[in-house]
């Protein structure tokens, strides 16, 4: 679900962010890039598709060449563009295909972290899962996916797959699970979010947090395994 909460940075910042501190310490110049762009992708400012010089981007991210460079490797690397040597710089645009594949990977990264999840999370934590899923169905209800109720499914959506994923407490998958959450979020631009799919999604996860609640890890892998299946569906536009 593409979100409308990026941050577009300013061009003429340059270097002054050539450091900046976080909670995790100090941000290089190229993390900075390898963010802005990620931002400007999903927040539509960059098309997905797209083909760039590596001078547009220098102006669009606000970054100096060398280390705009150092993420766009990276960038490469997991697949969200292609560098195309004294010609420019080819964007990711999803197909079918590559929809396909990201779902499936999804699902082996998944289906043994949800085992994981349905046994040892808390008690708590799943309750306050199914009450923030319970609020925003009836505010969803109420008024559409007006005002808050956009930013809430999106955020909804991502905390409770994170979840699961790190409840097997491992740092490789953690990692490699955040660019599978990138790839989703790039094939969910083309699709437009309505009510009904948002409140599809909602109750597919509240089947899986009934087994989890229940600790019925077979009942949480198939209930996950069904809302993966009716995910695939909705991204390619068969509902």
Request: net charge negative.
């Amino acid at each position: 679900m593409a979100t409308d909460r990026s941050i577009v940075p300013d061009p003429q910042e340059g270097e002054a962010h050539a450091e900046r501190e976080s909670e995790a310490g100090p941000v290089s110049l190229s993390e900075v890039a390898y963010h802005r762009i990620l931002e400007m992708l999903f927040g539509r400012h960059l098309p997905a598709g797209a083909f760039v010089s590596q001078n547009e981007l220098v102006r669009l991210v606000g970054v100096p060449v060398a280390p705009l460079r150092d993420a766009l490797r990276v960038l490469q690397t997991e697949g969200v563009l292609t560098i195309h040597s004294r010609s420019g710089i080819r964007f990711l645009k999803p197909d079918f295909e590559f929809t396909k594949n990201t779902y499936q990977f999804r699902g082996i990264l998944e289906r043994p972290a949800v085992r994981v999840f349905a046994e040892t999370a808390g008690a708590d934590a799943i309750d306050a899962f199914v009450s923030r899923h319970d609020r925003l169905i009836a505010a969803i209800g109420a008024a559409g996916l007006a005002g808050e109720n956009v930013h809430e499914i999106i955020a909804i959506d991502a905390d409770f797959h994170f979840a699961i994923v790190a409840a097997l407490a491992n740092p490789l998958v953690g990692s490699t699970y955040r660019r599978v959450h990138n790839y989703l979020q790039l094939i969910r631009l083309d699709r437009r979010l309505t009510a009904a799919t948002a409140l599809r999604t909602l109750n597919e996860h509240l089947d899986i947090l009934a087994a989890c609640r229940s600790r019925d890890i077979d009942a949480a892998e198939a209930a996950l395994q069904l809302h993966f299946s009716q995910a695939l569906q909705r991204a390619l536009g068969i509902f």
